[in-house]
């Protein structure tokens, strides 16, 4: 469908990252999930107009890129994608180091995480959901 906004959802759990796709492919949006972000950024001349992004990566007997590093990745090849950073954690700490390095908004895995996400998707996009 032409004019549909594209998002990436970079999440190695398989049940975050299908909720958010079920949540939001929509008419208004195409969500494409990948599961480790080096095939995101991979994927990046597709131009997506927002990312979302796990800050926590994990696979048993390789060495993959965390969150940060992906972002990094991101902006030095995209910097004007937005990015939407996803955390089982709250430390704040780390909340305002991402801030600082230009991460759009940051969501906590809880239960709040569709609502909250709905939220920073219609602040970063202007589309009411």
């Known amino acids: 469908m032409a004019g549909r906004k594209l998002i ?4 190695d759990d398989p049940f975050i990252s299908q909720l958010i796709v079920k949540r939001f492919n929509s008419e208004i949006f195409l969500v494409e999930s990948y599961e480790y972000g080096e095939d995101c950024i991979e994927a ?23 969150g940060m590093e992906i972002f990094e990745h991101i902006r030095s090849q995209k910097p004007e994608i937005p990015v939407i950073m996803l955390s089982g954690q709250d430390r704040g700490d780390v909340v305002l180091e991402l801030a600082r390095k ?23 996009t202007g589309i009411e959901l």
């Open 44 to 66: 990046l001349e597709k131009d997506p107009d927002l990312i979302i992004l796990d800050y926590y990566f994990f696979k048993s007997g390789e060495k993959v890129l965390n």
């Open 8 to 11: 990436f959802v970079v999440d």
């Open 102 to 124: 230009g991460i759009q908004d940051y969501v906590i895995k809880d239960n709040s995480l569709v609502s909250n996400l709905e939220t920073a998707i219609t602040d970063i």
